[in-house]
């Protein structure tokens, strides 16, 4: 295919054919991965761009959008932390709303539903994203443009164009009792023991579980901080406060946490100290830090070392957490009291936790519809 030169065409603005250059250069290089004959769509650019002046937009106000948008963004973020939000939610908005401006690159007042769908597609496409990660995105941004219509710097929230946008639902499979009993039976320590039988009676998430102090524990009800700075109460059965009471009574510290942290190496005095004593560390005041509590991941580090042991598949504390709700429904407690009890927001998020079978449900059927 040959296309003209500008001495054919009589005077040419040569900065129009290098800008209608630079465009096509850069849409097939973004089309390199998807076209199997890139030049061939490059001779296919040039004939329909042919007719069209190209200009390339002057770009200084970029800078000053980027900056509305980055402002923005830090009051939403305040605004958010004084309504109660954890500095763990707030990373998330941030990250999340922070990637969408880098690919959108436009500022707050000039985005369009347009703009939001081609960002999903990009990402999907691109980048490989599973759908339930683009909709937490795309919830962020909504949340973002939710505030700023509230607080009347743009008139409408683009998503709102988008309708409902679905994320899958999937099965999430809680363990058997066989599976529980397993476990049980390769416990040793008194500290594991606790955490296990602590997540299958309360149903805790393991950051609310790390964050248990001493003096919120009241005979078997414990006051619980949840999710979104929201207290509820948790409860233990008797399995689980017989195991509370043994372990209790072989702390020897002063550690304001039901589970502390155990000092850092360096902190700890060697002298006069075996190898055997670092198994049960948490019986001895000289190994635990003053004021610090478990970690999260350390929790997960136990649960998965527990169930490799006893020969169990998967299990990790939000697993035993799904346990604690489906076994308390299959005994008869109304979801209503169940989605309490995990400190759920709204019912639809319990039933995604429940893992009954089709042979349970017909049961179910026969027992309560006439």
């Given at each position: ?129 599973s759908q339930t990660t683009l909709v937490n995105t795309i919830r962020s941004v909504s949340s973002f443009f939710t505030w700023l219509v509230a ?50 009676s309360t149903g805790c998430r393991v950051t609310e579980l790390s964050q248990i102090l001493l003096s919120e524990i009241d005979g078997t009800k414990i006051l619980i901080h949840g999710k979104g700075q929201k207290d509820r ?138």
């Open positions: 295919m040959h296309f003209p030169d500008a001495e054919e065409n009589g005077d040419v603005d040569m900065t129009v054919t290098d800008e209608r250059e630079s465009l096509i250069n850069d849409i097939c290089n973004y089309m390199m991965p998807f076209a199997p004959d890139i030049q061939e769509a490059k001779n296919m650019l040039y004939m329909l761009v042919s007719p069209y002046e190209i200009t390339s937009r002057c770009t200084e106000i970029v800078v000053q959008d980027e900056e509305r948008n980055e402002y923005l963004l830090k009051k939403f973020l305040i605004a958010k932390k004084v309504n109660g939000c954890t500095p763990r939610t707030l990373v998330f908005y941030n990250c999340n709303i922070q990637g969408f401006f880098r690919e959108i690159k436009k500022t707050v007042d000039d985005i369009t539903a347009d703009d939001i769908r081609c960002y999903m597609a990009i990402r999907q496409r691109r980048d490989g994203i607080e009347e710097l743009v008139q409408k929230n683009p998503v709102m164009k988008l309708g409902k946008i679905k994320n899958p639902k999937t099965k999430l499979n809680a363990l058997t009792e066989l599976e529980v009993e397993k476990m049980r039976a390769v416990l040793t320590d008194d500290r594991e023991k606790l955490i296990i039988e602590m997540l299958l109460y948790v409860y233990l059965n008797a399995r689980a406060e017989l195991t509370l009471k043994t372990y209790l009574q072989q702390r020897k510290d002063n550690n304001p946490y039901l589970f502390p942290r155990m000092k850092s190496i360096a902190e700890i005095p060697r002298k006069g100290i075996s190898q055997k004593a670092y198994i049960s560390w948490w019986k001895k005041p000289e190994f635990i830090s003053e004021e610090q509590h478990i970690t999260k991941d350390s929790i997960e580090i136990i649960t998965k070392r527990v169930a490799k042991r006893a020969g169990v598949e998967q299990a990790n504390p939000h697993k035993f957490r799904r346990t604690c709700a489906t076994m308390a429904l299959r005994r008869g407690m109304p979801v209503e009291q169940v989605s309490k009890m995990l400190g759920h927001e709204k019912l639809e998020t319990t039933q995604i936790y429940l893992d009954l079978t089709e042979d349970e449900l017909e049961q179910a059927h026969k027992k309560y519809v006439v």
